[in-house]
């Protein structure tokens, strides 16, 4: 059969004619075909799901309340276009009451997303031009820095490591990088490491933002799933406002994953821009799913409910790696625990696996163990275990904790 024509019209930026021909296969991919082929090997069998990337649970039963009363209402109908005030003004309060950020105009400083993966990449149409460089931590979330190369635009990592708390070293940027560097992406509390921002490690971004005149662009997608303390937004660091923004979900702190509802806020312009591109790109996230999310960002007993769950799941998690030999120790936030990953393992007949890589070691615990995790190969080989297993009560939570330590009972592994 002879190729279609359609096959010669993709774009570069996606791999041109070439496009779909040599489709290397993605972790993630990697990471679902072996579930699916661990399932078939042994039927029937629990595949303990310590991989996926969101919550187990439903949204509060307030907030589907919430959202079957708006959907009645037909004023909430039509296209939302850059939305109405409820979730301006129930952002600001949320700023204030829960991240201690005061004097956050909602009219002109917030704009909702439909989730921080559409705006991170709405916002690089906003900043980039071809050459320009994005400075992006690593491991880390992708979106940001795939679109702006999708302008012609040029990504620098700055390697997250376990001896600098997992905060990028900001002196380490090559000049020729700094110099053509718009942007800086930042994602605290962590995904994958769990890692936490320190108030200095902020008022140091904000000078070294001012010096190099570059827009932070703040991912706060797990910023209230704290442990310890209170949520630290980028935003309450002084000066903050003037260089960037933050940018916050409904997503992980309210179970709301499939909602897609958020908010970007901070720098007036910033926020313009994004509206602006915003605007030619969607129609706005229906009102009802806003005034809902709304409802959430006003009771953030919610969310404190949630990181309640996470933490004390965490605690188990952690002392179940430790006894493997994992070097496990529990994060202040996020429901993430990165953890070094083994070098080998020692197998109850004798027989002793080498492990070249974190990929390895997940597609082994996937297929002999029936237990999924993510592989992070970017900044030492790492794996990613998350605390959104599917268990539906605390007894539930130490059934397949006390499941995980028994798979891995039988083998020693080495590190
Ligand atoms: C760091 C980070 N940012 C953003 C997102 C996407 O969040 P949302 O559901 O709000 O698009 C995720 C989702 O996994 C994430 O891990």
């Given at each position: 059969?002879?190729?279609?024509?359609?096959?010669?019209?993709?774009?570069?930026?996606?791999?041109?004619?070439?496009?779909?021909?040599?489709?290397?296969?993605?972790?993630?991919?990697?990471?679902?075909?072996?579930?699916?082929?661990?399932?078939?090997?042994?039927?029937?069998?629990?595949?303990?799901?310590?991989?996926?990337?969101?919550?187990?649970?439903?949204?509060?039963?307030?907030?589907?309340?919430?959202?079957?009363?708006?959907?009645?209402?037909?004023?909430?109908?039509?296209?939302?276009?850059?939305?109405?005030?409820?979730?301006?003004?129930?952002?600001?309060?949320?700023?204030?009451?829960?991240?201690?950020?005061?004097?956050?105009?909602?009219?002109?400083?917030?704009?909702?997303?439909?989730?921080?993966?559409?705006?991170?990449?709405?916002?690089?149409?906003?900043?980039i031009n071809p050459g320009d460089v994005?400075?992006?931590?690593?491991?880390?979330?992708?979106?940001?820095?795939?679109?702006a190369r999708y302008y012609g635009g040029r990504?620098?990592?700055?390697?997250?490591?376990?001896?600098?708390?997992?905060?990028?070293?900001?002196?380490?940027?090559?000049?020729?990088?700094?110099?053509k560097?718009?942007?800086?992406?930042?994602?605290?509390?962590?995904?994958?490491?769990?890692?936490?921002?320190?108030?200095?490690?902020?008022?140091?971004?904000?000078?070294?933002?001012?010096?190099?005149?570059?827009?932070?662009?703040?991912?706060?997608?797990?910023?209230?799933?704290?442990?310890?303390?209170?949520?630290?937004?980028?935003?309450?660091?002084?000066?903050?406002?003037?260089?960037?923004?933050?940018?916050?979900?409904?997503?992980?702190?309210?179970?709301?994953?499939?909602?897609?509802?958020?908010?970007?806020?901070?720098?007036?312009?910033?926020?313009?821009?994004?509206?602006?591109?915003?605007?030619?790109?969607?129609?706005?996230?229906?009102?009802?799913?806003?005034?809902?999310?709304?409802?959430?960002?006003?009771?953030?007993?919610?969310?404190?409910?949630?990181?309640?769950?996470?933490?004390?799941?965490?605690?188990?998690?952690?002392?179940?790696?430790?006894?493997?030999?994992?070097?496990?120790?529990?994060?202040?936030?996020?429901?993430?625990?990165?953890?070094?990953?083994?070098?080998?393992?020692?197998?109850?007949?004798?027989?002793?696996?080498?492990?070249?890589?974190?990929?390895?070691?997940?597609?082994?615990?996937?297929?002999?163990?029936?237990?999924?995790?993510?592989?992070?190969?970017?900044?030492?080989?790492?794996?990613?275990?998350?605390?959104?297993?599917?268990?539906?009560?605390?007894?539930?939570?130490?059934?397949?904790?006390?499941?995980?330590?028994?798979?891995?009972?039988?083998?020693?592994?080495?590190?």
């Amino acid at each position: 059969m002879s190729e279609s024509y359609i096959q010669n019209l993709f774009a570069e930026r996606i791999g041109g004619k070439n496009y779909g021909k040599f489709a290397a296969l993605y972790k993630f991919e990697k990471i679902k075909r072996a579930k699916r082929a661990a399932l078939a090997a042994h039927p029937g069998a629990e595949i303990l799901d310590l991989g996926v990337g969101e919550p187990d649970e439903m949204a509060a039963p307030e907030a589907v309340a919430k959202l079957e009363q708006e959907a009645r209402r037909p004023e909430n109908r039509g296209y939302a276009d850059n939305g109405d005030h409820v979730l301006k003004d129930a952002a600001a309060r949320y700023l204030e009451k829960v991240c201690g950020v005061s004097g956050i105009n909602p009219e002109t400083q917030i704009m909702h997303s439909i989730g921080s993966k559409a705006a991170l990449s709405i916002l690089p149409a906003a900043l980039i031009n071809p050459g320009d460089v994005v400075l992006m931590t690593t491991p880390g979330y992708a979106v940001f820095g795939v679109h702006a190369r999708y302008y012609g635009g040029r990504v620098h990592n700055l390697p997250l490591v376990a001896p600098r708390r997992f905060l990028p070293d900001l002196s380490s940027i090559p000049p020729e990088f700094l110099g053509k560097a718009k942007a800086l992406v930042l994602n605290y509390p962590n995904n994958p490491t769990g890692a936490g921002a320190t108030p200095e490690f902020f008022a140091q971004v904000v000078a070294f933002a001012k010096e190099n005149r570059l827009a932070v662009i703040h991912d706060a997608a797990y910023a209230a799933l704290v442990f310890e303390g209170k949520p630290l937004s980028f935003l309450a660091a002084p000066g903050a406002r003037e260089v960037g923004v933050e940018l916050h979900s409904a997503s992980k702190s309210f179970n709301m994953t499939g909602w897609r509802c958020g908010f970007v806020a901070g720098n007036e312009l910033l926020v313009r821009a994004y509206g602006d591109v915003k605007d030619n790109t969607d129609s706005g996230q229906f009102l009802a799913i806003q005034h809902a999310a709304a409802y959430c960002f006003d009771h953030p007993e919610i969310t404190a409910r949630i990181a309640a769950k996470y933490s004390r799941r965490m605690s188990g998690l952690v002392e179940v790696l430790k006894k493997s030999g994992f070097n496990a120790v529990k994060p202040k936030g996020s429901f993430f625990l990165y953890v070094p990953a083994p070098k080998a393992a020692v197998l109850s007949s004798g027989r002793r696996l080498e492990f070249r890589d974190a990929e390895e070691v997940s597609q082994w615990l996937i297929t002999e163990k029936l237990i999924s995790t993510v592989p992070w190969d970017d900044a030492g080989a790492c794996l990613r275990w998350s605390v959104t297993f599917a268990a539906k009560d605390p007894p539930d939570e130490e059934r397949v904790l006390r499941e995980v330590a028994s798979r891995l009972g039988d083998v020693t592994l080495e590190f």
